[in-house]
């Protein structure tokens, strides 16, 4: 089939593919790329800077689809820790369940996990989109500067600690906010924002269900008479 | 880093192949735990003698030998079982007595495990060089814990390898590092509680031990442990009855776990589960931070 290219990790090595996504792929006319028996490889697509489809059949291991830029990626499987970190641009989809870190420090792009995120989902965010569509672990969205995460079912311990700018939008419970994180009345845009999240992750939800969490901007300045207790 | 490698057998029919089915396991982590490595297999228990491993320290082994030194303070039956610098002693006398007997006749034997079930192996060097040497991949069992190790807090030596052991039939391996140790051992030691190094790990094995022995079952030892112990862990343990995992609250160390009908197989990684049969079908999930997860033989 043209357009497609097959590489299958029980044969090829990683770094052959991963070469041939950087250096080869832009100029070929390959539009789609399937990447058969992930078990578990570190760094699959990583650094890619191509709009391209590529699609992953298996478990990922570390830092699936890093730094990516412009490529839409898809999982079938479960992603380990560290998915999508630092992304730029493009998307990925997990459609299975996402390990720690999911999405750390992405600067851009949608993150799209159809299953849970573990712990620290979205940790220092900056300006990326993630949208989980379980659960996500405990310490989720610490010190997120920018973007937005959408959670569709529940957070864990300490959600948003040290928030800067980026805003969450949880569907069911909280077990604990982090410190300066609070809970804030959605407004029109929020409404707006989360229907357009669900919408580019494809999950059907009611965006009247999700409730706001943004920080309350009290670590913003040095305040000596806090005695350190925030 | 490390590398923690578990796998319970379900199915009687897989028993033989335990040993096979974990080496690819193991060698998976080779890139978490370079250092060293230790597999505690746990096999259908002695009918009455105690098994005891041992491990020959330093220059080369005489098992021959040592048999007969052992027969001159201890006459009666008993059997070594030699591998290499490894050897199995099956025996009557009691576990405290060949301790004693280490100590003053035999200081270059390093004892490391005492059961009726639990076979240890544990050495430096890389995971599939070790498999080699003592031919784990021909083992059979129903269940093996086991480690590789990337050493952060104390020294490589086979003494410092993963798996720790305590008591009889209980093994633990870990990955993170304890940072109230000296605590745990400082707590322990006046109960007559004695430590063979000053590993980390080995005051979390001993800990578990004690409250195993205090009349815990291995879940509510683990609950205990949420308070007692601080620090970085995934924890894996293995008794003759049960494979047991534990993550702390921040579950910074991963852990992986495929459950099939045939086994539960548990990894530091996915990588090291891959290759496991009808493993597209197994539930894979990661254990939740501070959940107790067991199965029983």
Known sequence: ?230 | MCGIVGLLLKEPSLRDRLGELMTPMLVGMTDRGPDSAGVAIFGAPAPSALKISLFWSHGAADWNGLSKSFSEKYPGAHTFTPNGQHAILVTDVSPDDVRGWIKDSAPQIYLLSVGRSIDLYKDIGAPAEIVKRYGLDRMSGTHVVAHTRMATESAVTPAHAHPFTAGEDFCLVHNGSLSNPHLVRKKLEPLGISFVTDNDTEAACRFFEWRLREGDDLSTAVQRGFSELDGFYTFLMGTDKELLIVRDAFACKPAVVAEADDYVAIASEFRSLAHLPGIRHANVFEPKPQEVYSWKV
């Not at chain 1, 590489?7 to 996504?21: H, K, M, S």
């Not at chain 1, 849970?116 to 979205?122: F, M, N």
């Not at chain 1, 943004?214 to 000596?224: D, I, R, T």
């Open chain 1, 1 to 230: 089939m043209e357009g497609v290219k097959q590489f299958d990790l029980a044969v090829t090595p990683l770094r052959e593919v991963n070469r041939y996504l950087h250096h080869d792929v832009a100029a070929s006319g390959v539009e789609r790329v399937k990447i058969l028996n992930a078990d578990g490889a570190h760094s699959i697509a990583v650094g890619l800077n191509v709009p391209l489809d590529i699609e992953v059949d298996g478990h990922c291991g570390y830092y699936l689809g890093g730094m990516n830029q412009l490529a839409r990626i898809t999982v079938q499987g479960n992603a380990g820790p560290g998915v999508g970190e630092n992304m730029m641009s493009g998307s990925i989809r997990v459609k299975g369940f996402a390990s720690t870190a999911a999405g750390a420090s992405a600067h851009g792009g949608l993150l799209a996990i159809q299953g849970d995120a573990a712990l620290r989902c979205g940790i220092s965010l900056k300006g990326g989109d993630i949208v989980v569509g379980g659960s996500v672990g405990s310490f989720s969205a610490f010190m997120a500067q920018a973007g937005r995460i959408v959670v569709c079912g529940d957070a864990g311990d300490g959600l948003g600690d040290s928030l800067y700018e980026a805003v969450i939008y949880v569907r069911g419970s909280v077990r604990s906010l982090g410190t300066d994180a609070r809970f804030e009345p959605m407004q029109a845009s929020d409404y707006e924002a989360v229907r357009e999240l669900l919408d580019a992750a494809g999950f059907e939800h009611d965006p009247r269900d999700f409730k706001r969490v943004a920080s309350a901007k009290s670590l913003y300045h040095w305040n000596v008479d806090a005695n350190q207790e925030y």
